[in-house]
């Protein structure tokens, strides 16, 4: 038994530090240069607001770049989000009566017939970017080659339960998201930010063609390069998003709700998961009897998400540096309860999923 715990321990090990060359080289790695101005068209599908929420769509009124609009949806006129968007005297916005299972694509459905842009980005309604944000992204888009881009966001968490997710993401979400391309893997992208052409949308059959699934960004993603044999790239821009005011529950039903869309999507990589909970299998060993393993394989782990969450992210909760390998301890958790069940709870509503990631009522 000791023997297996001691391969295990040195898979995490080896692991963490693939995932440490991976921030490495993405930090070391150059931004190409923009050279073309093309007409851009940001989609935002809304529902609700948060504490962060004027604030994060006001930021896309303050980028620097020449010739690009703001399209806000929502399904319902009576939504929420609507008086902060009717605000912005530069923003359009509409609503759908567009149904589909995944509510969010809808809106992008209905976006995209009125985009007028000949590259379309799409990022969530809690997203702050920078006034450099376009020039960045799209500079990855001048070549052929590359289908998509999308980039990491910065966890900005509003109370403890928040602040713990917080952690999560960024010194585990964000080093395991890197080492995707550092592997080989090219088929992800990320709500925060998903940049493509027009053209290409249209190739894959729109938006409507992820309509049915849970993870309308990797289904995008992965059409694109599938389909078109084009890749997708990982900008080195890095954006703000909200982590609100989640209680425990919510923050665990997001958790599980996050790993059962994992599993149904990428059957094969979830079941590799927990390879990447450093921190669990340093308890383990401790508990076993082997301090020192325990306490090295724990350095790596927070060598790994320091240099992942503040380094590259600038996320203050990636300071609180005893934390990291105590979040791996709740990541099993929630790898365990992603293990099984077919429903999942989302914008207030439960729904079940299929095997293949579509939602089935």
Same mark, same amino acid.
């Given at each position: 038994m000791i023997y297996f715990l001691y391969l295990v321990c040195g898979i995490a090990a080896a692991y963490q530090l693939v995932a440490l060359v991976a921030v490495v080289r993405h930090l070391l790695s150059r931004e190409r240069v923009i050279t073309q101005f093309p007409k851009v068209s940001i989609l935002k599908p809304v529902h609700g607001r948060d504490p962060f929420f004027e604030e994060a769509i006001g930021s896309?009124?303050?980028?620097?770049?020449?010739?690009?609009?703001v399209l806000f949806c929502v399904a319902d006129a009576a939504?929420?989000?609507?008086?902060a968007v009717r605000q912005l005297s530069e923003a359009t916005l509409h609503v759908t009566s567009i149904r589909t299972p995944n509510a969010k694509v809808a809106s992008m459905i209905e976006l995209s017939r009125h985009a007028?842009? =000949?590259?379309l980005i799409v990022n969530d309604?809690?997203?702050?970017?920078?006034?450099d944000y376009l020039r960045r992204v799209l500079g990855g888009l001048e070549d052929p080659r590359v289908g998509i881009v999308t980039c990491l966001y910065r966890p900005i968490p509003e109370g403890i339960s928040a602040a713990w997710e917080a952690i999560g993401i960024a010194t585990d979400f964000a080093p395991s998201t890197l080492v995707a391309p550092l592997v080989g893997i090219n088929e992800f992208g990320l709500g925060s930010t998903l940049c493509f052409r027009a053209e290409d949308l249209r190739a894959i059959g729109g938006f409507e063609s992820v309509a049915e699934y849970i993870a309308d960004d990797y289904q995008l993603a992965s059409r694109i390069t599938r389909q078109l044999g084009k890749r997708a790239m990982m900008s080195r821009l890095v954006?703000? =998003?909200n982590i609100g005011y989640r209680d425990w529950v919510g923050a665990w039903k997001h958790q599980v709700r996050w790993a059962r869309t994992i599993r149904v999507s990428r059957g094969d990589g979830y079941l590799g998961l927990p390879v990447t909970h450093a921190g669990f299998w340093a308890l383990i060993a401790l508990l076993c009897g082997a301090g020192q393993v325990a306490l090295g394989l724990a350095a790596i782990r927070?060598?790994?998400?320091?240099?992942?969450?503040?380094?590259?992210?600038?996320a203050p909760v990636a300071l609180a540096l005893p934390l990291i390998p105590l979040w791996d301890v709740t990541a099993f958790c929630v790898w365990i309860a992603g293990l099984t069940g077919d429903t999942v709870e989302w914008r207030g509503k439960r729904?079940?999923?299929a095997r293949d990631g579509r939602i089935t009522g």
């Open positions: 896309h009124m303050e980028i620097d770049y020449p010739d690009y609009e939504d929420e989000a609507v008086p007028r842009g =000949t590259v309604g809690d997203i702050r970017v920078t006034p954006v703000d =998003t927070i060598l790994t998400g320091f240099v992942a969450g503040y380094v590259l992210l600038r729904q079940r999923l």
